[in-house]
């Protein structure tokens, strides 16, 4: 019977090497994963190589390969974008749900990520993992690329030794949390584009046509009054000609002043309850604030995150102020001893149905089933809502910029039927 050589990883990720007899290389592998080990590589013993790379990894680790003086990671800096981070964490989840080792499907992650700062946040980690930190500990020094919720989460399921559901639900809430967000940004694609074209057409039409009708008028009608609307238009006109960079400069003016009241918490607060409460797009914003804040804090509490500790990171993720502050008069309410319900429907974000099905999911100690079947029925309605702005501003957006056209054309039309109408009787 042939002898094997192998290497595999143990049950907490650590690499080992040996030798086994077999009938085949197949059997080989089969008989290593029945004793608990993950092989990563069994070949013929003096044909597959195995022990010269063994070796080679031996000297490899004695040197300090791979890690920066002093045996310590290399820190890495940066974000990623949320699509590569929901990406990592459901491969991830799949491979530790398929009974991989979470050492070994942090290195095979690492071997195919393309990202450089992702690959290098992964290979740290697996460096981390390796030299005993735990999972948790390992995402948290990269607070840039991984949140508050990821790592709490993360903790939670290794408390719990339920890593691969953790995993699981993160991938699941990262998903919908990242289709939410691009209905929304979608709904609003259309009528900017539309506005930036009308805006366009508009400067072009005044600041190039306008002027050559101005031209035609002044040596046709000799200083003959002009119709209002005609007017109106070459007065804009020159505006645009005369005052064109100072308009730039305003817009600029008026744009750094909104990003610095943006940063204050006073304007930002402001514009956050602005924008709950506009008449159209106020209802998308409010249905997206509650499907965040339940999906978050049912992912968390049914991934063993205490309840207060759920409501601070839910809290920090909720993406508008005003929500954020009716979130801490909740965890205030709790920590205090008393229920959810009373300080949600102080608020007057959340309405009734809401804070009926949170007060049943309290009552029956089913709390993270309810807010998850809110977190879906407020998708649902995010998509509804989206779907009937678009189809509403669709039809306002062109209409708009045809009356904006139309207006030009009238009013430079108007001078024409005068000019045609003297040439006319001229020639009689």
């Known amino acids: 019977m042939p002898n094997f050589e192998y290497i595999a990883l143990d049950s907490r990720g650590q690499e080992t090497t040996g030798t086994l007899s077999a009938p085949n290389e197949a059997e080989a592998y089969q008989m290593l994963r029945r004793e608990g080990l993950y092989p990563t590589k069994v070949g013929e013993a003096g044909k597959g190589g195995v022990g010269a790379t063994a070796k080679r990894k031996a000297t490899k680790a004695a040197k300090g390969g791979g890690k920066k003086k002093g045996g310590k990671p290399a820190k890495v800096t940066g974000k990623v974008a949320p699509k590569i981070l929901m990406l990592f964490t459901r491969q991830l989840a799949t491979l530790v749900d398929a009974g991989l080792p979470l050492l070994k499907g942090l290195s095979v992650l690492g071997e195919q990520e393309r990202n450089k700062i992702m690959n290098s946040a992964i290979h740290t980690m697996a460096d981390s993992v390796q030299t005993g930190s735990t999972f948790s500990e390992s995402l948290g020094q990269h607070p840039k690329i991984f949140n508050k919720l990821y790592v709490n989460m993360v903790k939670a399921g290794e ?30 694609v259309y009528p900017i584009i539309v ?21 035609i008028f002044d040596e046709m009608l000799r200083g003959k009054p002009l119709p209002a609307i005609t007017q109106f238009v070459i007065n804009a006109s020159d505006f645009v000609g005369n005052k064109f960079p100072f308009l730039i400069i305003g817009f600029g003016v008026l744009f750094a002043t909104w990003k610095l009241v943006q940063m204050t918490p006073g304007g930002r607060r402001w514009i956050d309850s602005v924008a709950l409460k506009m008449p159209i797009v106020g209802g998308v914003q409010q ?20 309840i207060l500790q759920a409501l601070n990171i839910t809290r920090d993720t909720a993406g508008n102020i005003v929500v954020a502050e009716a979130i ?17 429907e102080a608020s007057k974000i959340f309405p009734p149905m809401v804070i009926s099905m949170v007060q049943v999911g309290e009552e029956t100690g089913q709390l993270p089933d309810m807010l998850m079947k809110i977190a879906d029925v407020y998708d649902d309605e995010v998509d509804t809502a989206v779907a009937g702005l678009t189809a509403m501003l669709e039809p306002i957006m062109i209409v708009g910029l045809a009356l904006i ?7 430079l039309f108007l001078p024409l039927v ?11």
């Open 195 to 215: 506005m930036v074209i009308a805006v366009a057409i508009l400067i072009f039409l005044l600041a190039f046509i306008v002027p050559q009708f101005q031209k």
């Open 287 to 306: 249905k997206t604030s509650i499907a965040r804040f339940s999906r978050t804090l049912g992912t968390l509490v049914s991934s063993g995150v205490p």
């Open 418 to 428: 005068s000019i045609i109408t003297a040439m006319n009787e001229g020639l009689n």
């Open 328 to 344: 801490d008069k909740v965890h205030e309410a709790v920590r205090e001893g008393e229920t959810i319900v009373t300080p949600l």
């Open 159 to 188: 408390l719990g030794g339920v890593l691969e559901v953790v995993l699981n639900r993160l991938a699941e809430y990262q998903e919908k949390a990242q289709k939410l967000k691009n209905k929304v940004v979608a709904a609003m």
């Open 405 to 411: 056209v139309g207006t030009i054309v009238l009013a």
